[in-house]
């Protein structure tokens, strides 16, 4: 609709206009205020909401943890030789450990001698083909191409296939199998006797395994297969443009390659970057058609077996090409679950590998015994093992070994720090001041939740501040804006009954008596020093006479638990933190019901939502009304400046007629 500005009755129309909206705006403005206020109480009863689930979590990950409420202690009278720890099930108990004759130590292996003799040293990051010029022990390359397959077995099968077919030739065709993590032992042959932990490599490529599998067992089986092979698909030039004579496989280092196109067809003029892979074509000889490269690389199986705590053999095998250097070497014995650290020590030239587990595992063999050429004459780690030694100590009396320095002894961790033959002493009691500090913090919680929830209680509602409509507070700089909303918030749960009923309900629960099926003299707070404050203005807040609190922890440490932690059928049967969870959890559902939150998501899912909902629909009816009214003032107005217009174009007229002659 097209707008006059008043230019005919020389009244400004749009500012009246305003001024007729403002008042007809009034009743809306009413409306948004009491959405606003609605908002805010639902902001408030969630705020609290929140801050209950987080004193209900911390109940749960202090008070109610035996760990933690019968913390225990142990004091070792020498810590520089002995230390320890005790889990919340031991007594008041104490060990004589003495005539620590050795410590525990992992068994360790080196080169025998530089790997590079008296050649020049390179640094580990180069490549094996580079590093092989310069060992002292040539490594015995093989040809084949490696690949990696990982395949998911049904339930009952023992049987899979690989997509190679042939295996590259040698003993064990070159293949790691890993069922689920762990490297099986490789079987090769006609006859198929299986132990459990192997699995047979036919030449085909097929593998049976000695059990049947579980469901969706993961099989990774690492192989080296005779070939490998790329193919390009032939692209028509643009034109103008010649055909493409430059393919990268994308493997470095490769060697015997054939070039093949269609119908067996052979390609032989192109030259061949091994290094990097690539393949390009003499000038004019450019391939037509699509071709397939069938490559091979050099490569060398390496492994290392270990024993593990039962006794069974730990496997890791590996197959490395001479693109990767000897730091991918160690990486891949290092993170790998054979349970060794490698390192190279570039100023000897010498490999170490050691343990990551203390003690004896193998006592008729070695701790760790190389698999291959590459590890035992190579990396010379054949026969300079030292190997492990078990802790070996007296206590109460008795002479004893562990495979670590730190072990369990009937509930106490005990850790040896050195070898000597005195006497040290481990005593385990309840930790009274960390058990004191859990139920301290508890109380802090509990009181700073009460400050919180009584202060929304009893806030005065000033009804001099309503909420700002988006006039008034373009009227106001931000911080009178938020002076004035803070005021405005104000008061909106005061003597709120759901509050009020929740809270009264959790402080009878904590404040009555537990029934105990036990001795135990500790059935109220206020037989553990916690009671309620003799202050009136501190509305329920509990205090600690930390004197008769340590005194119950220390004569009863398990009745203190079970004061908090019982739980029988009855309420009366409950331990307090239960009790309080149980009230808060009730709480929290019947906040979520009003307010939302906490699987009431949706606005006509609880009271509030389904109120604000309301009232957005009749703001929304409200502002159409507006928007039609303030069409009717325009159109009125517009109407009124036409007839004044007119009028003012006859007058004129008139006028012309009657003085126009002069």
Do not use: C
């Not at 496989?249 to 490769?254: A, P, W, Y």
Request: proline letters at 1%; charged letters at 30%; hydrophobic letters at 35%.
């Amino acid at each position: 609709m097209m707008r006059l500005s008043g230019m005919a009755t020389g009244m400004d129309i749009d500012q009246i206009v305003k001024d007729l909206m403002r008042a007809e705006r009034m009743p809306l403005d009413k409306v948004i205020r009491t959405q606003t206020k609605l908002e805010w109480k639902m902001e408030d009863y969630r705020e609290i909401n929140l801050k209950l689930r987080a004193f209900s979590d911390s109940i749960f990950d202090n008070l109610m943890r035996s760990s933690v409420m019968k913390k225990r202690k142990v004091e070792s009278s020498n810590s520089n030789l002995v230390t320890a720890t005790a889990s919340s099930n031991i007594g008041n108990t104490s060990f004589s450990i003495s005539k620590v004759t050795k410590l525990a130590t992992a068994a360790t292996n080196a080169s025998e001698g530089s790997v590079f003799g008296e050649s020049e040293k390179l640094a580990s990051t180069s490549s094996l083909k580079d590093l092989n010029d310069s060992f002292e022990n040539k490594i015995t390359w093989k040809n084949g191409a490696i690949k990696t397959e990982r395949l998911t077995l049904e339930s009952g099968s023992r049987e899979t296939q690989l997509k190679a077919n042939p295996l590259a030739e040698g003993d064990t065709f070159d293949v790691v199998v890993k069922v689920n993590g762990k490297t099986l032992e490789v079987v090769t042959g006609d006859e198929i006797d299986l132990a459990k932990g192997q699995v047979h490599v036919a030449a085909d490529g097929t593998l049976t395994f000695a059990e049947e599998v579980t469901a969706k067992t993961t099989v990774d089986v690492t192989y080296a297969a005779e070939s490998a092979e790329k193919s390009f698909t032939y692209k028509e030039p643009a034109e103008g443009q010649k055909p493409q004579r430059v393919f990268n496989i994308g493997v470095r280092n490769v060697h015997e390659v054939e070039v093949r196109g269609a119908e067996g067809r052979v390609y032989t003029n192109y030259t061949l970057n091994a290094e990097t892979g690539q393949i390009t074509f003499a000038e004019g000889e450019e391939p037509e058609e699509n071709i397939t490269i069938e490559y091979k690389q050099r490569y060398t199986a390496a492994g290392v077996d270990t024993v593990d705590a039962n006794g069974e053999t730990v496997r890791g095998r590996f197959l490395f090409t001479d693109s990767q250097s000897l730091d991918s070497v160690i990486k891949s014995f290092n993170d790998s679950n054979v349970g060794v650290n490698m390192f190279f020590d570039d100023h000897s030239g010498k490999i170490s590998v050691t343990r990551k587990e203390t003690g004896v595992y193998n006592t008729e063999g070695k701790e760790m015994t190389f698999v291959g050429s590459f590890m035992t004459e190579t990396l010379k780690l054949d026969g300079n093992e030292t190997k492990g030694t078990n802790a070996s100590f007296t206590v109460n009396g008795l002479e004893t070994e562990r495979r670590t320095n730190s072990f369990t002894i009937s509930g106490m961790t005990v850790t040896l720090k050195d070898t000597f033959d005195q006497e040290v002493v481990l005593n385990a009691s309840t930790d009274v001041d960390s058990v004191v500090d859990t139920i301290k913090d508890f109380v802090e919680k509990y009181n700073a939740l009460l400050d919180h929830v009584n202060g929304k209680l009893t806030e005065s509602r000033s009804r001099d501040f309503e909420p700002l409509t988006q006039e008034e507070r373009d009227g106001l700089s931000e911080k009178e804006a938020e002076r004035w909303d803070e005021k405005a918030r104000a008061g909106h749960l005061r003597n709120d009954p759901l509050l009020r009923g929740s809270f009264d309900q959790m402080r009878s629960g904590l404040y009555s008596p537990v029934t105990l099926g036990t001795n135990s003299e500790f059935t109220q707070l206020a037989t553990i020093g916690i009671t309620t404050s003799s202050d009136y203005m501190s509305r329920g807040k509990l205090e600690i006479n930390e004197d008769k609190l340590r005194a119950a922890i220390e004569a009863d440490p398990d009745g203190v638990f079970d004061l908090f932690n019982a739980d029988g059928e009855t309420t009366a049967e409950k331990g307090l933190a239960r009790r309080l969870r149980s009230s808060i959890s009730t709480t929290v559902d019947s906040i979520s019901k009003r307010a939302g939150g906490a699987g009431y998501a949706q606005n006509h899912q609880f009271t509030i939502g389904r109120e604000l909902n309301d009232i957005e629909k009749r703001i929304q009816n409200f502002e159409m009304r507006l928007e039609q009214k303030e069409k009717r003032y325009w159109a009125q107005f517009n109407a009124m400046e036409a007839a004044v217009q007119r009028a003012n174009n006859q007058g004129d007229m008139l006028m012309a007629q009657l003085f126009g002659n002069g």
